[in-house]
């Protein structure tokens, strides 16, 4: 086994002088150092500390379903669907995420009005379908569960959404709007240690009724599809 130990010496040596000077050997220990100040560089809320994140971006769309509303005077009930064109947003947020570890963000989002695009009512058999001009304005409260990894994380919570509607010109009777619960599931990447692109999909309940004259439109309480593109500042 004599011969064994200068073979080994040999190409321990090597190994030893191959390497720079000033370069620790890459044990698991000092892997894991490494990879960890690696993933310190991918946002400033790597330091495990709160933040704060402002920024904007565009909902590309709504869409709401109405099921079984009903109209006074009449047995039939109806179920409608409204689209609405897109509306750009304003997001100011509170958020703790370190690398692969859950985190948390939570904001308020204001948004520009949104008007509608199409509408479309079944009743009793008949399908009436036109376009619509009433506009909606959304403020919504969230919170979100953030797991993280690197460069990107999975966020998905709870919100509270306000609906306000207006009523198209020509409309003279009165509209009750009302939000409430929803929730949300989305995406996030962190592009630069202070700027952070996400993309959401966000559901919420929204009750409408609208009274003309003597008669009354209860569309009962429906479901609001909103896809959003954001882009925030994180400081």
């Known amino acids: 086994m004599k011969w064994f130990l200068p ?11 191959a390497a720079p000077s000033d370069t620790p050997v890459l ?3 000092n892997k894991k150092v490494m ?3 690696s993933s310190r560089e991918y946002s400033v809320t790597d330091d495990g500390a709160w933040h704060f994140a402002l920024g904007g971006g565009l909902s590309l769309g709504h869409t709401a379903f109405f099921s079984e509303g009903t109209v006074s005077g009449s ?17 100011a947020e509170a958020r703790w995420m370190r690398p692969y570890a859950w985190g948390f963000t939570g904001g308020l989002q204001l948004g520009s009005e949104a008007k509608a695009d199409k509408y479309e009512i079944k009743q009793g058999g008949t399908t009436t379908k036109g376009d619509a001009d009433a506009k909606i304005q959304l403020t919504t409260l969230y919170g979100n569960a953030v797991y993280r990894w690197h460069w990107i994380y999975l966020p998905f919570g709870l919100n509270v959404t306000s609906v306000k509607m207006t009523p198209s010109s020509g409309y003279t009777g009165s509209i009750d709007s009302k939000g409430g619960i929803g929730t949300q599931v989305g995406v996030g990447f962190l592009v630069h240690p202070n700027i952070a692109l996400e993309t959401h999909m966000f ?4 009750k409408l009724e609208g009274k003309s004259g003597t008669t009354t439109f209860d569309y009962g309480t429906g479901s609001l599809f909103s896809w959003k593109l954001q882009a925030k500042y994180v400081f």
């Open 75 to 91: 047995t039939d009930k109806f179920d409608a669907l409204i689209t609405f064109g897109p509306a750009v947003e304003l997001v």
């Open 7 to 17: 073979f080994v010496f040999i190409f321990a040596s090597k190994a030893v002088f």
């Open 27 to 29: 044990s698991p220990d």
């Open 203 to 206: 559901i919420n309940n929204w």
């Open 35 to 37: 990879e960890d100040k």
